[in-house]
């Protein structure tokens, strides 16, 4: 008896690891995914004029009491513009390579400041308020490689 349907014969192999993937998926933390996401499929990405630095827009929630950190082992420098388009104002500042913690300003709801960061130092967004905040982000380098992660009100990583 003849088969009408041939499959070739990695097939099955591709199938399994997409079941793999999937799986593993399913089992992340709902932020986590979304960090993957950014890091994946940040959009718009666009080449600069700059010294062929990238471009790349971003929405960020920051959940309450705690703080979003953006950098910090990065391979270059990289410019942040950062626009608080949430409810309360949110603290910025910024880590040295030396650890230093530097206070930069306040930025009330729709209020938006830009400062470039040198190799190695890390942006920190700190949301004081009992509700999230929602940020927007231009970073303007090599996104790739800048860390993110969250800090909860004791300073320990949460993800």
Request: hydrophobic letters at 45%; aromatic letters at 8%; glycine letters at 6%.
């Amino acid at each position: 008896m003849r088969s009408f349907c041939s499959f070739p014969p990695w097939l099955p192999a591709i199938i399994s690891l997409v079941a793999s993937v999937l799986s593993c998926v399913r089992m992340l933390h709902t932020r986590i995914k979304a960090a993957i996401v950014f890091g994946l499929l940040a959009q718009p990405f666009a080449a600069t004029a700059q010294e062929g630095a990238a471009t790349t827009n971003a929405r960020t929630i920051i959940p309450a009491r705690q703080t979003f950190v953006l950098g910090g082992s990065q391979s270059s420098g990289f410019q942040l513009t950062a626009r608080n388009t949430g409810r309360s104002t949110v603290e910025l500042l910024e880590r040295t390579v030396t650890g230093d913690t530097l206070h930069v300003g306040f930025l009330k709801p729709q209020q938006e400041v830009q400062r470039s960061f040198a190799l190695g130092a890390s942006a920190l967004v700190r949301n004081p308020a009992a509700h999230r905040v929602v940020m927007r982000f231009q970073i303007v380098g090599d996104f790739r490689s800048l860390p993110m992660y969250y800090l909860n009100a004791k300073g320990q990583h949460m993800w």
